[in-house]
């Protein structure tokens, strides 16, 4: 099948169309269960747009032949990157009852980061979506200085840990598969 010149191709914006969850425990991060994923915290609204830091990367095994003149590779180890999670920060403040995100994630504490693209933050998880998780052990806490116009936040450094990670390739079980 040839795609034709001018064929437009439709996109979804990223704004409002992203859910991020802290999750204490999941047994299987290929397929996380709708109790697994409803025993964890919301915490997309803490999130600052563009906050999320993860970028995995795959190193090349180098296979080179002597009877060739080409090299050739394979893939190699696998490394989640720096990662990192801004998030709004209301310690000392009026809303301080309003900062999940900051005391879940407080250095030292492990869990999942769960994130969902592509549907609206308040639509229903549901069997069958695919899914980043992340497993990670938390860092210290780095309070950010703030620029004009912008809200109390500080990064949370991430720490990929076992059993590591799914990008965008985990799915939500069946309820029927979760109970096997």
């Not at 991060?29 to 795959?58: C, H």
């Not at 801004?86 to 407080?106: F, G, P, R, W």
């Amino acid at each position: 099948m040839t795609l034709k010149l001018g064929t437009e191709i439709p996109g979804t914006s990223a704004e409002g169309n992203i859910t991020t969850l802290w999750v204490p425990t999941i047994a299987d991060i290929k397929r996380p269960t709708m109790a697994e994923l409803e025993a964890g915290t919301d915490i997309s609204n803490y999130v600052m747009l563009g906050g999320w830091t993860f970028e995995p990367s795959q190193d090349t095994v180098s296979d080179q032949r002597e009877n060739s003149t080409q090299d050739f590779g394979a893939p190699g180890r696998k490394s989640a990157g720096d990662i990192s999670i801004e998030v709004i920060d209301n310690t000392n403040t009026e809303h301080a009852e309003q900062n999940k995100a900051v005391t879940l994630m407080a250095e030292g504490n492990s869990g999942f980061i769960v994130r969902r693209r592509g549907m609206a933050t308040d639509a229903p998880l549901a069997a069958g979506q695919k899914l980043t998780v992340v497993s990670v052990k938390c860092g210290e806490k780095k309070v950010l200085n703030p620029d004009a116009n912008t809200m109390i936040r500080s990064a949370i450094p991430l720490f990929a840990q076992a059993p590591g990670w799914e990008s965008e390739t985990a799915e939500i079980a069946s309820a029927a598969a979760s109970h096997a």
